[in-house]
């Protein structure tokens, strides 16, 4: 069996169907099978498509099947990776049995965004300070360079991608999954900073440590300050601390749930573009008494590494 979901007009209520090849049943109803327009029988020598076309206008007036095949079955979801769930709230299901866990890393990225903060106190950031460096710059660098380390991890191993050792290609694969890559942050108390895209361009070329200038930047000022000392610059942290704030709604969904009453956080960043979702990637409301179900991500399917060229290089 598989689980569709029909397209209705704009603010009409999406239909969730259970299909087969002999039959289709509305399960977002009760008593489907007495109902009109819910249940389907095909005949012996017709489809259940077949069936609905002849049955119904649905298809008209181009031919389009207005029916879109989901990924996952209701009340299924990917552990700590946010969708839109019935076309409205985009949230993690999970988020609501992790709490410890969003606590603890909404409490980190408050910190971050304080530090950060704190340095904009003294080097006003602009275009043209951006290229300011010095320790405090530095430390937060590698603080929050680190939490997006811990934020990726966290995701592969919650989906049972278990590895002794993780590459920058194992976690370059999440940039399709959860379309970093669509995020766009923008600065409401500097409203003169461009908006920052801190995931644009990963895994493209097959160096993605190198794609993302703040984290290869983190790389060299981490593991070679004297040398690469200029390269911890106020512009890479403010893309780092970005992407810990991208990766928080990325996993949990809106900042009511992840966030909370943070309005150091809250106030600082705001997300001028989201990724758009379609149909079948959708989270549906379970209709069962089994309640949401978190399902592995399939890493093996090569769907999460499409545009992640395999480099080979450990961390």
Known sequence: MAYYVRMLPEGARRQV?????????????SNAEKGAGTHFEADADETI???IRRATP???????????????????YYSRIARPIGGQTFWCPGTSVEKNVTAVAGGQLTALTQQLSRICQTVHPTAETFNTFGHDIRNLLILACTEVEA??????????????????????????????????????HFPWLNDLRPFEGWGRTGKPSQ???????????KHNREAEFKRATLGNAFAAVSACAVMMLAQYGDMKYSIGQRPEVTSFFA?????SWSLSDE?????????????????????????????????
């Not at 649905?58 to 299924?76: K, R, S, T, Y």
């Not at 794609?211 to 000022?221: E, K, P, R």
């Not at 997300?271 to 990724?275: E, G, K, T, V, Y």
């Not at 399902?295 to 480099?311: E, K, L, M, T, Y």
Request: some cysteine; glycine content about 6%.
């Open 49 to 51: 498509w077949d069936c």
């Open 211 to 221: 794609d993302l200038t703040w984290y290869d930047a983190y790389n060299a000022v």
């Open 151 to 188: 934020h990726w991890r966290g995701v592969l191993l919650k989906n049972q991608l278990l590895k002794d050792r993780y590459s920058t290609n194992d976690y370059c694969a999440l940039r399709s999954i959860m379309k970093l890559d669509e995020y766009a942050v923008n600065f409401p």
């Open 17 to 29: 169907w259970e299909i087969t090849d002999r039959r289709a049943i509305r399960i977002d109803v």
């Open 271 to 275: 997300f001028s573009l989201r990724p």
């Open 283 to 315: 989270y549906i409301f379970p209709y069962s008494a089994k309640g949401w179900v978190p399902v592995p991500f399939d890493f093996s399917g090569g769907r999460a590494n499409q545009q992640c060229v395999i480099s080979g290089l450990h961390l």
């Open 58 to 76: 649905w298809f008209e007036p181009a031919g389009e099947n207005p029916f879109h095949q989901l990924a996952l079955g209701p009340g299924q």
